[in-house]
């Protein structure tokens, strides 16, 4: 029988401190948060590995160095509005929660929005909004948003989610060309997203941030 709680601090002490992840909200929303209940049952006792684990087909639930760093490269305070998307079963909705004012997670398979809202209610995090709907199109109505994470690789930002982010509040995701990728954030002034390299990784192109296919004739 695995010791989860045990396996829970190992992952904390021996990924996300040692990635220099050492912001205390971050550490103590990661010791809380029982990541075996957000993978599909077979996984639950590899839920503490260090990599990518699959979710769903192309879907993974980010390593957690990889999460804790995105968390860590963006600001985020009690008064923090959230936009979280592509959850999966809501492990990084679950944490964020810890850490924000609100969060709103857009999940667009329905069998996984489902699977988030009762493994989030089951974890005293039924305060996150989970819809379903196209990752590409994010949460207009709960619009404009101080943090945005993007769960998975990205080719582009669509428009749509990038006119979702308040003055002065930031998106961070993981751009990748073929199979190199990097962890940047962009910050919103004016009509315009800055951006900055925060770590190198890689990860699944979550799908609504694919580059248009060119075709040559």
């Not at 493994?119 to 619009?143: F, K, N, R, W, Y």
């Not at 990205?154 to 003055?167: C, D, F, L, R």
């Not at 509040?169 to 004016?190: E, N, P």
Request: net charge negative.
């Amino acid at each position: 029988m695995i010791d989860y709680a045990a396996a829970r601090t190992a992952m904390v002490d021996c990924q996300v401190r040692t990635a220099d992840v050492t912001l205390y909200p971050i550490i103590a929303a990661m010791l809380d948060v029982p990541r075996e209940r957000f993978v599909p049952a077979p996984l639950c006792e590899v839920a503490y590995l260090g990599e990518h684990l699959p979710v769903a087909d192309g879907r993974v639930l980010l390593d957690p160095r990889v999460f804790a760093k995105m968390l860590d490269a963006v600001e985020i305070g009690p008064a923090t509005r959230v936009l979280d998307i592509g959850p999966g079963y809501g492990y990084s909705a679950a944490v964020l929660i810890r850490l924000a004012g609100s969060v709103v997670a857009v999940e667009e398979h329905p069998d996984l929005a489902r699977a988030a809202r009762a493994a989030l209610s089951g974890t005293g995090a039924d305060a996150v909004v989970v819809e379903t709907g196209p990752h590409g199109a994010g949460a207009p109505d709960h619009a404009p948003f101080d943090v945005i994470l993007v769960n998975g690789g990205v080719e582009v930002i669509p428009p749509a989610i990038a006119a979702q982010v308040s003055e002065g509040g930031q998106i961070v995701a993981i751009f990748m060309d073929g199979a190199w990728g990097q962890a940047r954030v962009g910050t919103r002034t004016g009509d315009a997203l800055a951006w900055r390299i925060a770590f190198d990784a890689a990860a699944p192109v979550l799908s609504g941030f694919q580059k248009e296919q060119e075709f040559a004739f």
